[in-house]
């Protein structure tokens, strides 16, 4: 499957939110990653709806990818769909029926995809992955920007794409936390498809260029995969 760059607006300047989201599609990004927090699954408050709509108004042919790290997801799925999002991902952590919110999500008319805290065995999500559009391996704890990456998301990212192979499924695999040019090889290799990167892209210097390196490293490692 071919490697693309989810740039995560997480940690882009919000006043300029519109410019540097299309400076990072222009550099390579091919998804916008769109980080949502409630302050209570997670420790921190991000956007809503409105900044999906306006992202959608702004870059009206952008792949949006909302991460929904927010207890009860159910009642907010209608609203980030009518806002525009494209693909609503949901931790496995906050679902009380996770079949059910992945027929949801489907039923809105946006792709399905199921998140896994670094704490949370691969396993857990055995019942489905015939379901979901991706599964997103979480690389740090979920909450804040600009984390050290925890390696031992390299073999969740291997037991998935292994599981998905020995199945014959088509999930693809995402991964998000502490992506950047020291990590971003290991994580390709291990069997990533959909990298996350905030800070990489958005946090120092040229974000279209930071998106082209980023971009071209994780290429060149798909091309020696193991």
Not at 15 to 40: I, Q, W
Not at 168 to 176: A, K, N, Q
Request: net charge negative; proline share 4%.
């Amino acid at each position: 499957m071919t490697v693309e760059l989810a740039p995560s607006i997480l940690s882009a300047n919000f006043a300029r939110l519109g410019e540097e989201a299309k400076a990072a599609l222009d550099g390579g990004g091919t998804v916008l990653h769109v980080d949502v927090m409630d302050g209570h699954f997670v420790p921190n408050i991000t956007v809503g709806p409105l900044v999906v709509k306006s992202l959608r108004k702004t870059l009206p042919d952008a792949t949006l990818d909302c991460h929904l790290m927010i207890e009860k997801p159910d009642d907010y799925i209608p609203a980030f769909a009518e806002a525009g999002a494209s693909w609503i991902s949901v931790h496995q952590e906050a679902c009380v029926h996770l079949h059910r919110t992945l027929q949801l999500i489907e039923s809105h008319g946006c792709k399905p995809a199921v998140v896994l805290n670094p704490a949370t065995p691969v396993h857990m999500l055995d019942e489905v992955l015939d379901t979901v559009h991706h599964v997103l391996v979480m690389s740090v704890n979920p909450g804040f920007g600009a984390q050290q990456f925890i390696r031992g998301a390299l073999h969740k990212i291997k037991t998935l794409a292994e599981v998905r192979d020995s199945l014959g499924l088509s999930f693809r695999i995402e991964v998000d936390g502490g992506i950047a040019l020291d990590t971003v090889a290991d994580v390709v290799r291990a069997g990533a498809e959909l990298l996350v990167a905030g800070n990489a892209v958005f946090g120092h210097g040229n974000i279209r260029e930071n998106a082209a390196k980023l971009l071209a490293a994780a290429r060149s490692a798909a091309l020696v995969r193991t």
